[in-house]
């Protein structure tokens, strides 16, 4: 492997002056610096970590940590796109990524010790149980951390606005004329907490009751589960007109179920969560909200190097994003 000193003779130019080409000094030339860059890329030169690590007091490595309450893992195909936006933003500036574990070989440790352990600069909390005493600590010590889709005093929180999200899902759906809507929603996160008030909200503001058996609890990213609770749902002879479903992917457990029934979207209609591409139905688009997870990743990369690299007077501020309703095809407009 080249080292610096081969890439110093290779340029014709002072060890000192391919650090500082490396290390994004102001105080040379544009043109050296191009001719350094492209010099290393010629002759494979990779910087020594330790040695980077110990001269700039920094190890360019993030912690992320992503748990799910399933076994989805990156199945889960919002939070996945999220952390791949992510990895990308930070790799674009000379970091990299490592995931926040309870082991190390077999030695058994908390998160925070485990970040410790690893010397990270930052931390971003992609997808956690924010109630978990173990995340609390992690959030409150002294690594600067960036959270997502939950809000924290110590840590800059981007947030999806599921509230709102939902709520202007639920006002569309009863503009369509419906009035007995059911919602399935996810496990009991701040996500889901979220949504249900937004759904109640809506309802409540447009004066219409809701049953307590319209609202149930599902799983997210689980057709099959939300197949079997569309089917008892539709056993109620005031059976609803609309079902809300956890997700899109979810969606599709639904729509199972109402033609297994006999029944089609122009009987039972249907919406869904996340603004997901779903190429399995024909013909078929779900009335759906669309999150920009694009954004979310990107946002959060940024925000962590900020608090990185320019510490003083960076706001630990909450950031809410706004979700788009998407007028799909299957919420049908009653006479």
Known sequence: MATIQDLSEYCGVSVSTVSKA???????????????????????????????????????????????????????????????????????????ITFIEHHIGRRKMTYLEHCQYRHFDGVCIVCANYENEEVINLVNSDFPVVTIDYAFPKAYSIISDNYSGMKQLTKYIIRQGHTNIALIHGVNTQVTKDRIKGFLDAMRENGIGVLKEYIVEGLYHNPVMSEELTTKLLRFSNKPTCIIAPDDNSAMGVINAIRKQGLQLSDISVAGYDGLDNHLL??????????????????????????????NGQPLDTVYLKQTLIKGNTVKKLH
């Open 22 to 96: 490396l290390n994004g000094y102001t105080d040379i030339s544009d043109k050296t610096r191009e001719l350094v860059i492209k010099a290393a890329n010629e002759v494979g030169y990779f910087p020594n970590a330790n040695a980077r690590a110990l001269k700039l007091k920094k190890t360019y490595n993030i912690g992320v940590l992503f748990t799910t309450f399933t076994n989805l893992g990156f199945r889960n195909e919002y939070f996945a796109y999220i952390l791949s936006v992510f990895k990308d933003e930070m790799a674009l500036n000379g970091y990299d």
């Open 282 to 311: 024909v013909g078929i688009k779900i009335t759906s909200v669309m999150q920009e997870r694009e954004t979310i990743g990107r946002e959060a990369a940024k925000k962590l190097i900020l608090l990185i690299e320019k510490p």
